[in-house]
């Protein structure tokens, strides 16, 4: 496996609300995130952890436990654990245009508060993405993205890696999650030598997908400044509540 570099990132995936109730998730959720901080604070080795793009896990964990918002806004700040920019892992085609856009100022407003926003408009189970994804991340000031489903068949989207354009011409850097999705490294082989066959499975092709689109490296993000119509950090929820009519700060 010489020659490859790994990227293992640390996650859950939450559902909030699917298969059990709201309240039986809530339960489950607690003492995830009870050994969780835990983890991260006895052990600097584990370097950070991705809490599925939304800050809604943080809102609920902090109903129950009020007490650990220090905690939480030492690892935040500190990259230990990363927030947003989501407010919740909505639908993206179903909900209009404009509740994505409150979405992302409330995961903003939330994110600010917790010491950070993640700068990676990170979307592992959505069935499905508006062409308009990447001008939504650009008014966010989000360059980068992780997306599974709804995209492939086009050209340039044949393998991992590649610019989304959206209609107004600005991308965004796109990693694509195999067809396993974003649990796949769950399944890895702890062995070393059974690594080389886990990871040709993990895409249709093997290994030259797990190279850059060729045109990528050619390619880099305009320098020219996001033109926003929505401020990428509001300084806290009561402002953001402010440009959202309706809803109410907490
Ligand atoms: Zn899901």
Same mark, same amino acid.
């Given at each position: 496996?010489?020659?490859l570099?790994f990227?293992?990132?640390p996650?859950?995936h ?6 059990l ?5 809530q ?7 009870d050994?969780l901080?835990?983890r991260? %604070?006895?052990?600097?080795? +584990? *370097?950070?952890f991705?809490?599925d !793009?939304?800050t &809604? $896990?943080v809102?609920?964990?902090?109903? @129950?436990r009020?007490e ?12 230990r ?7 919740v ?8 245009g ?9 995961g903003a407003?939330?994110?600010d ?5 993640l ?8 069935f499905g ?5 990447p ?16 995209l492939g068949?086009e050209?340039? %989207?044949e393998?991992?890696? +590649? *610019?989304?354009?959206?209609?107004? !011409?600005?991308? &965004? $850097? ?5 067809? @396993?999705?974003y649990?796949v490294?769950?399944?890895l082989?702890a062995a070393a030598?059974?690594?080389a ?7 249709p092709?093997?290994?030259?997908n ?6 990528v ?7 020219r400044?996001?033109r926003?119509?929505?401020p990428a ?16 700060p907490?």
């Amino acid at each position: 496996m010489s020659g490859l570099i790994f990227h293992l990132i640390p996650h859950t995936h939450w559902d909030r609300e699917w298969y059990l109730p709201r309240a039986a998730f809530q339960a489950r959720l607690l003492p995830v995130l009870d050994d969780l901080i835990e983890r991260l %604070q006895s052990d600097a080795g +584990y *370097r950070s952890f991705l809490l599925d !793009g939304q800050t &809604v $896990l943080v809102a609920d964990y902090l109903t @129950a436990r009020p007490e650990r918002k220090a905690d939480i806004q030492t690892l935040v700040k500190t990259g230990r654990l990363q927030v947003g920019p989501w407010y919740v892992l909505a639908d993206e085609l179903i909900p209009s245009g404009e509740a994505l856009v409150r979405n992302l100022l409330l995961g903003a407003a939330d994110a600010d508060q917790l010491g950070g926003r993640l700068d990676v408009l990170y979307s592992p189970d959505a069935f499905g993405h508006p062409a308009a994804w990447p001008t939504l991340a650009r008014e966010f000031g989000i360059r980068c993205g992780v997306v599974w489903r709804g995209l492939g068949g086009e050209p340039g %989207q044949e393998r991992d890696l +590649y *610019r989304w354009r959206g209609p107004d !011409g600005r991308d &965004v $850097l796109i990693w694509h999650l195999p067809p @396993a999705g974003y649990e796949v490294g769950a399944a890895l082989p702890a062995a070393a030598d059974r690594l080389a066959g886990a990871w040709a499975a993990i895409r249709p092709g093997g290994a030259r997908n797990r190279e850059a689109h060729p045109r990528v490296h050619r390619r880099r993000p305009s320098r020219r400044a996001p033109r926003r119509v929505a401020p990428a950090r509001p300084a806290g929820r009561a402002r953001a509540a402010q440009r959202v009519p309706g809803v109410a700060p907490r």
